[in-house]
């Protein structure tokens, strides 16, 4: 037996060797212990393999059960990197149909209100009472993925997330409405909660970044189709049909997730593995078959079996106490960790500005440049572009700093600021396209000048979110999830409550006051990620938590 974890847990007598023997022989005294060992994606399985003890009745030696197949329960982080691509291609899939849907319930906003006589700003609820859910949810549904696994919460996620579509598509009232986006926005939350930790059970952390760029392109890239397309449904068919599209391809996304997504959850496939490797041992044995060589030669009466048990099964807290840490945890974090609590602030603001961007276009390029909805519609394009383009300068840069020469030579993990070291730079994009559309949404400018501020905002919003995803998840390590959970719950809260504050905003300041106010902010929250980059070292060294860690 390999050695790898390997712990003596305690046995008992079993019913191996009570039995009468053939020709009229005494009661065997043999007794079968059960021996206990932890299991792990190393353990070397051969010394326990069943051998043939007996004979049946025809003097032939009897057949056992078929070993089962292992290549199942294999270790995520070790699969091929075929595999691992295709995983993470289709998670960020399914993280771009599930982003679609804010931005697309923005465009039947014309149709909502002549049908069901509700204002523009009721109509907007509907977003913040998705994103409130959005927000709320995760808290509670990813510590449930430790112990049923990815793809069972995924699958069922995506269940509800096309049943909920299709509510939307036949409600017949506005109140109907708002229940099927809470809980759109209950299901979709899985999606973007959850890829991040699929994402870190089958990559490294070295190995992270290009998986999570993708990641973050696919979740900007849906918002922007999202209203694109649905721009052009509702301008030429009903606004059911941008509710029923999204069914389709939510039911086709699902089928997806059943045929070809596999469990990544590391501890879930031990388990599994544990249990399954337990039951033929058990069947084995019914076959009399011989038990595992015994573990005690100086005790040949007793004959030791191997039974399989996994430490994080033993070590986990019960759900009660799993869902209070996921609530509780992020909360101290945000409260008590600087570091989180002004990464949260930034990516809230720039989470907000791209939520606010479902009213800002419409806003702008309807009432300045008379656009119908389906041009203003396609000013979303800016939003997809600049979304692919940030993923691709993502994995770019991402292989400047660390495959530097500088940093192949460091002995140990690099420090985690030297992920913000592009960003310092690139995330003051977000406040100079918020500037720029400000300083020219007038008719005397062509429309195409705001419409690139567009790409400009997006790129600096993509920049934040990949920079405070990755700087938290190497900083924090074990308590990375709740770190992530707390930013993530504060942007969604933000996102939830500050679109209402758009027309209100544009109708007193204009184009030009809102601009310059929002980019103000932006701006001055540009200088977060210049403060960890000069002083971090020091301010993890000041951190309770991580010198708990001893990570600092």
């Given at each position: 037996m390999g050695d790898p974890d390997?712990?003596?847990?305690?046995?008992?007598?079993?019913?191996?060797?009570?039995?009468?023997?053939?020709?009229?022989?005494?009661?065997?005294?043999?007794?079968d212990e059960i021996e206990y060992r932890y299991l792990t994606f190393s353990t070397d399985l051969s010394p326990a393999e069943p051998r043939i003890l007996s004979q049946n009745d025809n003097n032939q030696p009897p057949v056992p059960p078929r070993p089962p197949h292992l290549s199942q329960f294999s270790?995520?982080?070790?699969?091929?990197?075929?595999?691992?691509?295709?995983?993470?291609?289709?998670?960020?899939l399914s993280t771009f149909f599930t982003t679609w849907t804010p931005g697309a319930y923005t465009a039947g906003s014309p149709q909502y209100q002549t049908e069901w006589g509700v204002s523009n700003l009721a109509v907007y609820c509907g977003i913040t009472v998705f994103t409130l859910c959005f927000a709320v949810a995760p808290m509670v549904l990813a510590s449930l993925s430790e112990i049923t696994g990815r793809r069972p919460l995924f699958v069922t996620a995506g269940v509800v997330f096309a049943v909920s579509q299709l509510g939307s598509a036949v409600t017949q009232s506005f109140a109907g409405m708002l229940v099927t986006r809470a809980l759109a926005g209950m299901s979709c939350s899985v999606f973007s909660a959850v890829v991040g930790g699929v994402i870190s059970d089958i990559y490294v952390a070295k190995d992270r970044n290009t998986a999570m760029a993708i990641f973050t392109g696919?979740?900007?890239?849906?918002?922007?189709?999202?209203?694109?397309?649905?721009?052009?449904i509702e301008q030429h068919l009903s606004w059911r049909w941008i509710f029923y599209l999204q069914t389709i391809t939510c039911s086709l996304m699902v089928a997806a997730l059943c045929?070809?997504?596999?469990?990544?959850?590391?501890?879930?496939?031990?388990?599994?593995?544990?249990?399954?490797?337990?039951?033929?041992?058990?069947?084995?044995?019914?076959?009399?078959?011989?038990?595992?060589?015994?573990?005690?030669?100086?005790?040949?009466?007793?004959?030791v079996q191997i039974r399989w048990r996994v430490k994080a099964d033993e070590d986990r807290a019960s759900v009660p106490q799993l869902v209070k840490t996921s609530l509780l945890r992020p909360i101290q974090l945000l409260?008590?960790?600087?570091?989180?609590?002004?990464?949260?602030?930034?990516?809230?603001?720039?989470?907000?500005?791209?939520?606010?961007?479902?009213?800002?276009?419409?806003?702008?390029?309807?009432?300045?440049?008379?656009?119908?909805?389906?041009?203003?519609?396609?000013?979303?394009?800016?939003?997809?572009?600049?979304?692919?383009?940030?993923?691709?300068?993502?994995?770019?840069?991402?292989?400047?700093?660390?495959?530097?020469?500088?940093?192949?030579?460091?002995?140990?993990?690099?420090?985690?600021?030297?992920?913000?070291?592009?960003?310092?730079?690139?995330?003051?994009?977000?406040?100079?396209?918020?500037?720029?559309?400000?300083?020219?949404?007038?008719?005397s400018i062509?429309?195409?000048?705001?419409?690139?501020?567009?790409?400009?905002?997006?790129?600096?919003?993509?920049?934040?979110?990949?920079?405070?995803?990755?700087?938290?998840?190497?900083?924090y390590h074990t308590y990375a999830s709740s770190?992530?959970?707390?930013?993530?719950?504060?942007?969604?809260?933000?996102?939830?409550?500050?679109?209402l504050a758009v027309e209100p905003m544009f109708n007193t300041l204009g184009p030009t006051g809102s601009g310059c106010l929002l980019g103000s902010i932006g701006l001055a929250l540009g200088v977060v990620p210049w403060v960890l980059v000069l002083w971090g070292p020091r301010i993890r060294a000041r951190s309770p938590i991580l010198s708990a860690l001893a990570i600092t």
């Open positions: 390997e712990i003596h847990l305690g046995e008992r007598g079993g019913g191996g060797g009570g039995g009468e023997e053939e020709g009229g022989k005494g009661d065997n005294d043999v007794h270790d995520p982080q070790g699969w091929s990197r075929t595999r691992k691509s295709f995983v993470t291609w289709l998670s960020c696919a979740a900007l890239a849906g918002t922007g189709v999202g209203p694109l397309v649905s721009s052009v045929l070809f997504f596999p469990e990544t959850r590391g501890n879930v496939l031990l388990s599994r593995k544990a249990s399954v490797l337990n039951a033929w041992y058990d069947a084995v044995q019914h076959s009399q078959s011989a038990p595992p060589p015994p573990s005690f030669p100086s005790s040949p009466s007793a004959v409260v008590t960790e600087s570091v989180v609590f002004w990464f949260s602030i930034w990516m809230s603001f720039a989470w907000s500005i791209l939520y606010m961007t479902f009213e800002i276009i419409p806003l702008v390029f309807e009432r300045v440049y008379g656009f119908s909805a389906q041009a203003a519609g396609l000013c979303f394009t800016p939003v997809i572009v600049a979304s692919l383009l940030g993923t691709v300068a993502a994995v770019w840069q991402d292989g400047l700093l660390l495959g530097g020469p500088d940093v192949a030579a460091l002995t140990t993990t690099p420090p985690p600021e030297i992920r913000l070291v592009f960003a310092c730079f690139q995330a003051l994009l977000l406040p100079a396209g918020l500037f720029w559309l400000g300083a020219t949404s007038r008719p062509p429309w195409v000048v705001p419409v690139l501020s567009i790409g400009s905002t997006t790129l600096g919003i993509f920049t934040v979110y990949l920079a405070v995803f990755n700087y938290l998840a190497d900083t770190a992530i959970a707390a930013q993530s719950f504060t942007r969604n809260v933000f996102a939830a409550c500050l679109p």
